[in-house]
């Protein structure tokens, strides 16, 4: 099993920063992709950013030049740098990590969430 950890949440302002950090513990799986997504109230959970299986980020279009992806693999963790903060940006976020099993099937876990709310 993976458990993940995520922290640095909180309230910004619109124009304000705040960094999100995911570390996978008690992880007994090897973790082949970590990203981060998001989910505002009523609407569908979202990818936010993601490192890929195969290493390459992939981006949200909507936080494409404000938000920044990147990782420690030593430490299994995963952070999510967030620049020029909106009002849209307001959500819960989620951290995911993936493994592929030696059968092919992927698994996804999930962290509990962290709120980011930016007010104007």
């Known amino acids: 099993q993976v458990q993940l950890v995520e922290s640095g949440g909180g309230l910004v302002q619109a124009g304000g920063s705040l960094r999100l950090s995911c570390a996978a513990t008690?992880?007994?799986?090897?973790?082949?992709?970590m990203g981060w997504y998001r989910q505002a109230p009523g609407k569908q959970r979202e990818l936010v950013a993601t490192?890929?299986?195969?290493?390459?980020?992939n981006y949200a279009d909507t936080v494409k030049g404000r938000f920044t992806i990147s990782r420690d693999n030593a430490e299994n963790t995963v952070y999510l740098q967030m620049n020029s903060l909106k009002p849209e940006d307001t959500a819960v976020y989620y951290c995911?990590?993936?493994?592929?099993?030696?059968?092919?099937?992927?698994?996804?876990?999930w962290g509990q969430g962290t709120q980011v709310t930016v007010s104007v």
């Open positions: 008690r992880s007994s799986l090897t973790i082949n992709a």
């Open positions: 995911n990590a993936k493994h592929l099993a030696s059968d092919r099937t992927l698994y996804d876990y």
């Open positions: 490192f890929t299986i195969l290493g390459s980020t």
